[in-house]
């Protein structure tokens, strides 16, 4: 017997990371000593306090139990909580929601307000949950907003067509071009939003990692917001913890419901002892200044950063240094595929841009999540691919 897949997952665009995928793997099979800098995923665990109170709380039998769609009430507090003393945001507990990452709330947002053929502004190169999972799944047509180089990698809302738009995806700091942005970039999006009446989901899974005294603002700190946006964010980078699945929605309260609603008829929400760790992960804050072990965090990625950026300017590539996420994106002047191909040749694993988008072309991401002596070796095998 054969199956048709429905038209919605055929049209789905081509994994276009397969093919780099295929070649790591072969690589890993033939022994090569790859350094693989081309996964979004921490390398760093989460602090010691998180893993005890892990086990606390898994120990506790009366954590075992279904949660609440919306998420337990404690959780939702904790949120509300690290919001005010965060970004100095004032949430009611039903203007927030749990989710199984940001990746699920950003996929299943889309589902309770877009309808059959609706447009989607989503950034491009951008990550790729925004048109596939949230638009061309729930049948709706993403339509590309280019982040340019020559713009700081953010949209130009003056030229953008807002014809027939439903919703709009944008995240700063971003992935994968780690541009970052200041409130008043913000204000020029609610205002985008409010005069279009489109629904701005803005995704800040970044926001806490940062570097130089940049501090990441929230959408929601900005007047009117509240009426058009909502805010996703997670504890998967902000605290190490990729796996464990957990994260929140905020914002406009009607948004909120929407989503909890229709999660509600999808899932059964976070475990509660999840949920419980990371309220405790939140309140590791005493004011708006990250807590000790994230600033710990920070300076490591800045320090790889670091060694990795010089090099390659002194390799004659212009790069930045980025002031947020753990991404480096690069122009490498040629076939992204070709160049994460030839890089993959002294056993070095980039991601190339195309896999974002368009717009992504001619760029590749380099993640600092391996440790320094690893970027120091790889930056030592592109200077004699490059020097060659
Ligand atoms: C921009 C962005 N948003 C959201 C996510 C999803 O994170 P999670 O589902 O782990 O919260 C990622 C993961 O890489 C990401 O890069």
């Known amino acids: 017997m054969t199956f048709e897949f429905a038209d919605r997952v055929k049209r789905l665009p081509p994994y276009l990371f397969a093919e780099i995928e295929k070649l790591i793997k072969e690589k890993k099979a033939q022994g090569v000593d790859l350094i693989s800098l081309s996964i979004g995923d921490p ?20 954590n075992h139990n279904y949660s609440f769609s919306q998420g337990e009430p404690d959780f939702r507090l904790a949120v509300a909580n690290w919001y005010k003393k965060r970004f100095h945001v004032d949430l009611e ?45 729930n049948d709706a047509v993403p339509v590309a907003m280019p982040l340019l180089q020559e713009n700081g990698f953010k949209p130009d809302f003056e030229n953008l067509d807002s014809k027939e738009v439903k919703m709009m995806f944008l995240n700063y700091p971003n992935n994968p071009t780690s541009a970052a942005v200041d409130k008043a970039f913000l204000k020029q999006a ?43 964010h997670s504890c998967s980078k902000t605290f190490n913890m990729t796996g464990d699945r957990i994260a929140f929605a905020v914002g406009n309260r009607q948004l909120i419901s929407g989503l909890t609603k229709v999660k509600s008829q999808i899932d059964s929400g976070p475990p509660v002892y999840i949920q419980r760790v990371a309220a405790k992960a939140l309140g590791s804050y005493t004011d708006d200044e990250p807590p000790e072990f994230l600033k710990k965090n920070n300076l490591v990625y800045a320090e790889r950063r670091d060694v990795l950026v010089d090099r390659l300017c002194s390799l004659g590539f212009e790069c930045e240094k980025p002031k947020a996420t753990f991404y480096v994106w690069v122009n490498c002047k040629s076939d992204s595929m070709k160049f994460a191909t030839e890089l993959l040749e002294v056993g070095v694993a980039v991601t190339p841009g195309i896999g974002f988008g368009e717009h992504g072309e001619n760029y590749v991401r380099f993640s600092l999540t391996q440790p320094k002596e690893r970027l120091e070796e790889a930056s030592e095998r592109l200077s004699a691919l490059f020097q060659r």
């Open 190 to 232: 609610v205002e985008f939003a409010q005069d279009n009446g489109v629904i701005l989901c803005y995704d800040n899974a970044y926001s806490e990692i940062s570097f130089d005294g940049y501090k990441a603002p929230s959408i929601l700190g900005v007047d009117g917001a509240m009426d058009v946006a909502v805010e996703f």
């Open 43 to 62: 390398d760093l665990p989460p602090p010691p306090f998180i893993i005890e109170a892990l086990k606390a709380e898994v120990a506790d039998l009366k």
């Open 93 to 137: 507990q039903d203007e927030v929601v749990a989710l199984l990452g940001s990746k699920e709330g950003l996929a299943n947002i889309s589902r309770a307000f877009v309808n059959v053929g609706d447009r989607v502004l989503v950034p491009d190169p951008g990550y790729p949950v925004y048109a596939n999972g949230s638009t061309i799944l």
